[in-house]
């Protein structure tokens, strides 16, 4: 069946440093791809997305490119903030399926220091 | 701005009780879903509706049932209340092949 994995946290960078977090999918079919990220306290918000091979997703400084070729849809930040302290989460949705909920990886904890 | 609102952000219930977490949006999406989140599980379904009153089992329906009387409303409904249910249980809508929206989130304990 479908998957995400991801990369397992806690991540802990310093301000201004450059994050990477994995994440790889199996899905048959041609899935659709997002990020999520929590805040504390907070349910979780759309933060990109990405819906065929090669598409870039981009929000608030934050990119992610759909790599069928490698199953990958890795979260890329050039330079982050204490602000982007918080739980980031990959996940697919199959667009045969309409309506199909998301199926998430686990969730990775970015921790940004000043 | 799309509002799914969660009618608690924090319940403490019972073993054994009855329980009730409710949810509403406000955008006429057709979808609505209902995960629990926990540590080093991430969000597992329990159940998604497509409809008025339709409702499909996710990945972890047992212990569960829902209610979807009404489009904007998805109740999440615990019959008996037991306490590995303690969890963050999180709601959200969407549109056919939508990017879904949450609300902010219930967090249940049972004891």
């Known amino acids: 069946g479908n998957s995400v994995t991801q990369m397992e946290g806690p991540v802990t960078l310093s301000e201004e440093a450059f994050l990477t977090i994995n994440c790889t999918y199996t899905a048959t079919g041609y899935p659709s791809l997002f990020w999520y990220v929590q805040y504390p306290g907070e349910g979780l918000q759309l933060l990109l997305k990405?819906?065929?091979?090669?598409d870039k997703g981009s929000n608030k400084g934050f990119e992610a490119t759909y790599r069928k070729e490698t199953t990958s849809f890795h979260l890329e930040k050039g330079s982050v903030q204490v602000s982007d302290s918080a739980v980031y989460f990959c996940a697919l949705s199959d667009v045969n399926q309409a309506g199909t909920a998301l199926i998430f990886g686990k969730g990775t904890t970015l921790s940004v220091s000043s | 701005d799309v509002k799914v609102t969660q009618s608690s952000r924090y319940l403490v219930k019972r073993t054994g009780e009855k329980v009730f977490l409710e949810c509403v949006q406000d955008m006429d999406h057709e979808n609505m879903f209902w995960y629990r989140q926990d540590p080093g599980l991430g969000l597992r379904l329990i159940y998604f509706s497509y409809d008025v009153k339709m409702k499909e089992k996710g990945d972890i329906p047992e212990g569960y049932s829902v209610s979807r009387e009404k489009k904007e409303r998805f109740s999440l409904i615990l019959e008996s209340a037991s306490t590995n249910q303690t969890s963050m249980y999180l709601c959200a809508s969407s549109f056919p092949g939508g990017s879904k929206d949450f609300g902010a989130g219930t967090r249940l304990s049972v004891l």
């Open positions: 990405a819906t065929k091979a090669d």
